[in-house]
T-cell receptor, first 112, second 116 residues
Framework: DAKTTQPTSMDCAEGRAANLPCNHS???????VYWYRQIHSQGPQYIIH???NNETNEMASLIITEDRKSSTLILPHATLRDTAVYYC?????????????FGTGTRLTIIP | DAGITQSPRHKVTETGTPVTLRCHQT?????MYWYRQDPGHGLRLIHY???????DKGEVSDGYSVSRSKTEDFLLTLESATSSQTSVYFC???????????????FGEGSRLTVL
């Protein structure tokens, strides 16, 4: 699987949009971009995933660059409950979920 | 929330003792996974199962064994616990075949194990 690079930590003001970047310059054509988050002491939670088109759901939006070498997860109106570690992962669905590799992620702190 | 229950949630044990962690699901999902999480390492896959009695090793399987005799239960066993196995253990489940694999994992709340 391709590796991802994320900033170690970020802050965002409550009510603002939180934009979390992820670089995946070696991503292959069959690999999807996934985002999970882990709120303190809880199990990780799936947020969103995409292949090449931008995706949006009730939690967030995922913007993938045209060359697919980077992506941004957007939380449109951050709340204190969005404080968590966010993981960006790339993986080929054809190889199964055991290939999902969680790195150390970005620790996002929402500031009141 | 996905129906995943891990037990025990907290355990303190001594080096050399056997430990079994249980993951129970009510979703009838085919795939089950055990991860460990340690500071600076993120989540690392220990073992996974792709069906009853079908299991395989993950990234950090040494010192661990698993069993899955029923769809709903996936057991992780430390035959002789060591201090290096002090960690938080997470169980996860996912659905796949015959449905398309979406890559979505559902995680339990974790089991904190301390080996003294």
């Amino acid at each position: 699987d391709a590796k991802t690079t994320q900033p170690t930590s970020m802050d965002c003001a409550e009510g603002r949009a939180a934009n979390l970047p992820c670089n995946h310059s070696t991503i292959s054509g069959n690999e999807y971009v996934y985002w999970y988050r882990q709120i303190h002491s809880q199990g990780p939670q799936y947020i969103i995933h995409g292949l090449k088109n931008n995706e949006t759901n009730e939690m967030a939006s995922l913007i993938i660059t045209e060359d697919r070498k980077s992506s941004t997860l957007i939380l449109p109106h951050a709340t204190l409950r969005d404080t968590a570690v966010y993981y960006c992962i790339v993986s080929d669905l054809n190889f199964g979920n055991e290939k999902l590799t969680f790195g150390t992620g970005t620790r996002l702190t929402i500031i009141p | 929330d996905a129906g995943i229950t891990q037990s025990p949630r907290h355990k303190v044990t001594e080096t050399g003792t056997p430990v079994t962690l249980r993951c129970h699901q009510t979703e009838n999902h085919r795939y089950m996974y055990w991860y460990r999480q340690d500071p600076g390492h993120g989540l690392r896959l220990i073992h996974y199962s792709y069906g009853v009695k079908d299991t395989d090793k993950g990234e950090v399987s040494d010192g661990y064994s698993v069993s899955r005799s029923k769809t709903e239960d996936f057991l992780l066993t430390l035959e002789s616990a060591t201090s290096s196995q002090t960690s938080v253990y997470f169980c996860a489940i996912s659905e796949s075949y015959p449905r398309p694999n979406t890559g979505e994992l559902f995680f339990g709340e974790g089991s904190r194990l301390t080996v003294l």
